[in-house]
């Protein structure tokens, strides 16, 4: 595919365009691996891919500081890979396989880990926007500068706890961002037809919570706003709302044909945004790259997705004793 033309945006160097573009890339490739494998019948339950959506997420952690907490939907393997959790123990997960980063037992909705400052993928929609909260009160009280990433979709956005979250953010002035990643449809339902206001960043008005909305296609817009709004939560000014304009190419899960909307809308998407193209295109009108580099690259993604599906297959069932680890009675 030939290069999109683009222009370099200034204070970005070849090194960091390098990294969003292997990033995005290893999210892309493993999403798609773990597609295979559902069709293959080795991963269970449900299974929701952020295929487009890479540049959100990728962005957002080159504005995270050390110590900095995330938290999001079932919608999460994304968010797992950009915060550093090893692509074998989440592939093992996503299989139910002991191997996994919660011991097989949480799935492809509710992985953890507390080493990476991941606290979950959450599968009640909405639910995750009140623990993101907590979680930034719990940093304001310990004044240790940290602020919480809490991702929701633009479904999630017209749930009443998001509300109630924002009341108490803005009124204890917590070090919070609350994402809203607006892929334009909660399930099948396009955003006109279930939102009265579509300018979800605008949905903080009423508790002065400052908003805008970003390109969530465009990976160096994302992080340049995701910096803009964690300086204004590590100020001690409160919550701050993103609402990233994205679009996911897959269905809402891997049981969604998704029906309710044109091949040739998610084509024009592809074709015209795609978060990924846009950065090579970055790296080769910039002679910062070559075909033959980023075809290297490809490869060795290519390889450590191989095995994490390798390592995932060959890991052995949870014992049935692990029925009774890590529950409280």
């Known amino acids: ?46 299974c929701h891919l952020y295929i487009g959506q890479e540049a959100v997420v990728v962005g957002l952690e080159a504005a995270a500081k050390e110590g900095d907490k995330r938290l999001t939907s079932y919608r999460d393997h994304g968010h797992m890979l950009a915060c550093g959790m ?29 080493e990476a400052h991941f606290y979950g993928g959450h599968g009640i929609v909405g639910a995750q926007v009140p623990i993101g909260t907590g979680l930034a009160f719990a940093d304001k009280y ?45 399930m099948g339902t396009a955003v006109k037809r279930a939102s009265s206001m579509p300018d979800m960043f605008k ?51 891997m049981s969604d044909p998704a029906k309710y909307r044109t091949r040739e809308e998610v084509q024009k998407m592809r074709e015209d945004h795609d978060a990924i193209e846009s950065v090579r295109a970055l790296l080769l009108n910039g002679k ?21 599906a390798e390592f995932a297959k060959e890991s052995p069932l949870p014992a049935v004793e692990e029925l009774w680890t890590d529950i409280y009675a």
């Open 1 to 46: 595919m030939a290069a999109r033309k683009s222009a370099k945006k200034p204070n970005t160097s070849k090194e960091e365009l390098l990294g969003y573009y292997r990033e995005m890339l290893l999210i892309r490739r493993f999403e798609e691996k773990a597609g295979q494998l559902y069709g293959m019948g080795l991963i269970g339950g449900f």
């Open 86 to 114: 090893d692509p074998k123990g989440v592939m093992a997960e996503l299989t139910g396989r002991s191997g996994g980063l919660s011991k097989g037992k949480g799935g492809s909705m509710h992985m953890f880990s507390k």
């Open 142 to 186: 310990k004044e240790n500068g940290g602020v919480t990433f809490t991702y929701f979709g633009d479904g999630a956005a017209n749930q009443g706890q998001v509300y109630e979250s924002f009341n108490m953010a803005a009124l204890w002035q917590l070090p919070v961002i609350y994402v809203i990643e607006n892929n334009q449809y909660a």
């Open 203 to 253: 949905r903080g008005e009423s508790f002065s919570i400052p908003g805008e909305a970003v390109d969530g296609m465009d990976v160096l817009a994302v992080k340049e706003a995701g910096q803009k709004a964690a300086d204004h939560c590590r100020a001690g000014k409160g919550p701050y709302i993103l609402e990233m304009k994205t679009y996911r190419y897959r269905g809402h899960s």
């Open 288 to 308: 910062h790259a070559t075909e033959d580099d980023l075809k290297a690259i490809d490869k060795e993604i290519k390889a450590i997705v191989n095995d994490s």
